[in-house]
Structures are given as structure tokens and as C-alpha cells.
């Protein structure tokens, strides 16, 4: 079945202006918990086509043997692409580091999203949380324009209360931001990489779950994705709200693991 029209609007259109931000919701209360999720690899299962765009960039840009570059960007994600160059080519300047991630987003947008869909567990078990009176809401490297559009193409838009892009901040402001919007409950992050769990671990009052993948070349284990903070994981979002319904339960101050397994 073809994939549904956006109205006058696809994704690998160039992205408009930014319009300044509206101010930011004044805090409110929630039935339950808010579990932000990352988008790329999580809800949406295009990691694997998205690494191999960023490789052929980094690739023609600086020289960098493809299967090489694509272990590199899989090493970092989690970061804003931009970051990701700054890591790994710092002595390239910034203006420069600028034009290839214009490029990349560009391609990704076409390329990956156009072909993008969500894991097949992913819309039962969204729909399951929103039931459940949990606050679902996504926090995510690429443009928040781009994410909503993706969300509503596959169907699932609905069932987000809020979504934050790169537009908004790094995912550590996302999630200290969804803190202050909703006080006084506990906020889970959802996400795929080594800088999601960390993020949610350095900001409190938040907890770091992790869907481990598996891909060609490149694998992170749940053992992993715990290593680096998270206090559940797995290779599928299926048991999710038995997660979160465990948590919600466990006594304070034992929601988080403690500091990374010594090996």
C-alpha cells in the first residue's frame, strides 16, 4: 500500500525557515509517569539504511573508508550529527562540518525516511501506554517539523503529547524540559544508544530503558545498554509496560542501577 500524502508537504522537501517557538508550556500535572522516546532506531526502525547515508557523506567529504565511517557513526549516535563530525573530525572547521550535515539531513530525509516504518511491536505498545494514562512524548536529534510529519505518516502522531527536536536542544535539555513540564512524576527515556542512556542518566529524576539492536557489522546487547545506565533493555519494546509497571512499583532510590559492571 502507498504510503499516505502529506498535505502540499514530503519529506525530502528543503526544510523552510525556522519560526520562533512558541513559549513553553507552563507545567501541569499527570495521571502517571512520562516516558520520552527517542525516534531513530527506537519508534522507527531505519537505523541501519540511516548509517549507511551518513557513511557515504562522511565518506565523500573526508576521505574515510565507507564500512569504517559507518562503524564510527553507529559509535556516536545519539548525538546531533553535527556533534557526531565534531567528534570524529575535529581538526575540520566548523563551517565545514556544517555543509556535510546539511547534506546528510538532506539525504537521510529522502533516502532513510522515505522508507522508514516503525517496529511492528511499536504501535500496539504506544497505544497500550497512552491507555495506561501514561504521558508519551518523543525527544529526538532530527528536526521536530520532520518528526511530526514521519509520526503522522505512519499513523501514530496521536498518541504523543509533545514532541522535541534538534531545534529545542540537546536530549538532555528535551528531558530537562519534559521534567518541568510535568512535575512531580517519574520520567523514563526510551531510546537506542550509549549518549540516550547517559543522558538520562545525568539528569535526575530520570530513567534510562533501552532497545538493544542488531545490525550488519554492529550490535549494542541489552548487557550493554545497561552498562551505560540503563535499568532495563531489550531487543524489542513487546514487554515495555510490564517494565514501566515494575518500576512504578519499586521502592525509591532503586530505580537505577548502579555506576557501569566492572569487566
Known amino acids: 500500500m502507498p504510503l499516505p500524502v502529506l498535505v ?22 499527570v495521571p502517571r509517569g512520562v ?17 549507511e547515508v551518513a557513511a557515504d557523506v ?14 564510527h557513526y553507529l559509535a556516536t549516535t545519539g548525538l546531533p550529527f553535527e556533534a557526531q563530525l565534531a567528534q570524529l573530525y575535529p581538526d575540520v572547521s566548523a563551517s565545514e562540518r556544517h555543509g556535510v550535515a546539511v547534506l546528510f539531513h538532506q539525504r537521510k530525509a ?10 511492528p511491536e511499536v504501535p500496539r505498545v504506544i497505544k497500550r501506554l497512552s491507555q495506561e494514562k501514561w504521558t508519551l512524548v518523543i525527544s529526538t536529534g532530527a528536526e521536530r517539523e520532520i518528526a511530526d ?9 496521536y498518541w504523543f503529547e509533545a514532541v522535541l527536536g534538534a531545534g529545542q536542544g540537546t536530549k538532555r535539555e528535551h528531558l530537562a524540559e519534559y521534567r518541568r513540564r510535568y512535575p512531580d512524576v517519574p520520567v523514563f ?7 540516550d542512556m547517559e543522558a538520562a542518566s545525568s539528569v535526575p529524576g530520570v530513567t534510562a530503558l533501552g532497545r538493544a539492536s542488531s545490525l550488519p557489522g554492529w550490535a549494542l546487547a541489552p548487557k550493554d545498554l545497561q552498562q551505560w545506565g ?23 532510590g532503586r530505580a537505577r542501577r548502579p555506576g557501569p559492571r566492572k569487566r
Open 149 to 157: 510529519l514521519l509520526l503522522e505518516r505512519e499513523g501514530i502522531r
Open 110 to 119: 529522502k533516502e532513510a525516511y522515505g522508507t522508514a516504518h516503525p517496529f
Open 58 to 71: 562522511m565518506a565523500t567529504a573526508f576521505g574515510t573508508p565507507v564500512v569504517e565511517a559507518r562503524i
Open 189 to 195: 527515556l526510551v531510546g537506542d544508544s550509549r549518549f
Open 35 to 51: 516516558v520520552a522516546f527517542d525516534l531513530d532506531g527506537t519508534i522507527l526502525d531505519d537505523l541501519n539504511h540511516i548509517s
Open 8 to 29: 502540499n508537504r514530503s519529506l525530502d522537501t528543503p526544510e523552510p525557515s525556522p519560526l520562533p517557538d512558541q513559549p513553553p508550556p507552563e507545567p501541569r500535572r
Open 230 to 252: 540503563a535499568v532495563w533493555a531489550n531487543h524489542s519494546l513487546s514487554e515495555l509496560p510490564q517494565a514501566l509497571a515494575r518500576l512504578e512499583r519499586a521502592p525509591a
